[in-house]
């Protein structure tokens, strides 16, 4: 009973006996409070945020049924955090305790003793640590994590003096999907000279790179540019705190909503800067300023800044490349003359991410894609502006129905398990996410599998994930005589 009881209060069942059969595993599971619902989902890599009780339970029964394994332990937790706590101090491994081992005492938002920390910094970091490609630096703009910067979900930034120089700084991150609920704990380990060592954050997502993570690097950059004298003589006996408002949703009156196009927003007189700076930068200009800037430094940042490259232009979406076509003549072949291989490979690696990156939507804008494909060829209208047309030329077609929700709420998880299965069946295995798969020979064309494989016993290859929607309150078993009767009856 006792064993029992620690099961109920933390979802861990690995202290459970391994007897209990399913339909006792069941009956605890009724009687689960939600944070152990939570707990136990977690350790099998599902998604827990923004449910209710209800739908966690009915989740967790699903991962009875399916005997999902426990993908990550606290032990493994712990030595993730360690190793994320470990520098090289004077070539010898240091290991820090970590920043939820930290005495509370030590904590304090006084944070003028922390180093400039920079935006060379920040995309040194992304590029060395959190694994970001070239062209997913040069559009960060279009991060997620970015954008939660600038809406100001970052807030209550702490510092912690560690030995050897080196700086913990934590934050909370305010949940993008609800604003109610426990904002995430983020942080990051920097030394003296202001490189991030390490980050992590208190999302299932965690691998040091996650979209909160961002938002805390890009909102201390620039936090730290605009204290850059702190440290100064007329700046030392000044707390120096995180100013940074806390972003909050406050109700309006229908009277007091703008609802003028134009803002009429005027700049306050604290923080206005007469200098006109230019917002309309391309590029490949951000760049050669930003190689001009830490040139000459010891910085990771030069490997994948190189202003004498001229392709390092954005190529048009489709939508641009229309605005100089000719009506006499044909689209396809004209869109064919527009698309090299290297604008397709410059597409695919601008669209990592599919869903979580607008560019990915930019590029899809106008093309007929492998989800609508079966719609095309089947479609007998007249209508020059039918229904898929529209959702071709759409570009907030984002709508979400309860099928796409549960199949999207459940490939992650699905594709964890394909990538292992796959990887310990292949020799040199690999599985990767895909961006936007485009052929420069029928560029109207558009394909975004869930993953792309490569081995070297069998090559490369693709993989598509379904989660039918129809099979979600069945059995492995009553979806295995379902699939078999429909068989039969062919």
């Known amino acids: 009973m006792k064993t029992q009881n620690v099961a109920l209060l933390t979802g861990r069942w690995d202290t459970y006996p391994q007897q209990t059969t399913k339909l006792t595993m069941a009956a605890e599971l009724n009687r689960m409070l939600k944070p152990a619902l939570r707990s136990f989902l977690m350790e099998r890599g599902m998604t827990v945020s923004d449910y209710s009780v209800q739908q966690l339970r009915e989740l967790a029964f699903k991962a009875v049924e399916l005997d999902l394994p426990v993908i990550s332990t606290p032990d493994d937790t712990d030595s993730f955090l360690q190793f994320r706590s470990t520098v090289v101090v004077n070539g010898e491994k240091v290991t820090f305790p970590t920043v939820f081992q930290c005495d509370q005492k030590g904590w304090t938002d006084d944070l003028k003793n922390i180093p400039v920390f920079s935006m060379a910094d920040v995309f040194a970091y992304l ?9 997913r630096l040069r559009t960060y703009k279009n991060e997620r994590g970015f954008r939660l910067s600038k809406s100001n979900h970052i807030s209550s930034a702490e510092s912690f003096n560690l030995p050897h120089e080196h700086f913990y700084i934590k934050a909370s991150c305010i949940r993008e999907t ?26 299932t997502a965690d691998d040091g790179g996650c979209k909160h993570v961002v938002a805390l690097l890009f909102c201390l950059a620039n936090w730290s540019d605009r204290h850059i004298d702190r440290n100064t003589e007329t700046c ?9 408002p806390r972003k909050v949703s406050v109700p309006m009156k229908l009277d007091s909503i703008e609802h003028s196009v134009n803002s009429r927003v005027q700049p306050f007189e604290h923080v206005y800067d007469p200098i006109n700076h230019d917002d309309n930068m391309s590029d490949v200009e951000f760049e050669a300023g930003l190689h001009n800037l830490i040139q000459g430094h010891d910085t990771q940042i030069i490997e994948v800044l190189d202003k004498s490259e001229d392709s390092l232009t954005m190529p048009k979406s489709i939508i641009e490349s229309a605005e100089d ?8 072949e004209y869109l064919k003359s527009k698309v ?54 759409d570009k907030n077609n984002n709508f979400s129905t309860p099928a796409m929700i549960y199949g999207k709420e459940r490939e992650h998880l699905a594709r964890d398990l394909y990538s292992k299965e796959y990887i310990s069946e292949h020799e040199k295995a690999v599985v990767e996410l895909s961006g936007l798969i485009i052929n420069k020979d029928i560029p109207h064309l558009g394909a ?43």
């Open 325 to 332: 076509f000719l009506e006499n003549s044909s689209f396809l």
């Open 448 to 490: 975004s599998p869930d993953a792309i494989v490569n081995c070297k016993c069998c090559g490369k290859g693709i993989v598509e994930i379904k989660c039918p929607y129809t099979f979600k309150n069945l059995t492995l078993d009553e979806i295995s005589e379902k699939k078999i009767s429909s068989y039969q009856n062919l």
């Open 340 to 393: 090299n291989q290297d604008d397709c490979d410059q597409i695919y690696s601008l669209t990592e991410g599919q869903s979580d990156n607008q560019n990915w939507y930019e590029y899809r804008l106008g093309r007929i894609t492998s989800s609508i494909i079966p719609l095309v060829y089947h479609y007998q209208g007249n209508d020059k502006n039918n229904y898929i047309v529209r959702q071709i030329l």
């Open 178 to 203: 609800s604003q109610k609920a426990d904002p995430y704990m983020t942080w990051c380990l920097v030394n003296s000279e202001g490189v991030c060592i390490s980050a992590g954050c208190h999302c």
């Open 236 to 244: 030392t006996d000044t707390k120096c705190g995180w100013d940074i």
């Open 127 to 135: 590029v060395s640590y959190a694994k970001w490609t070239p062209s």
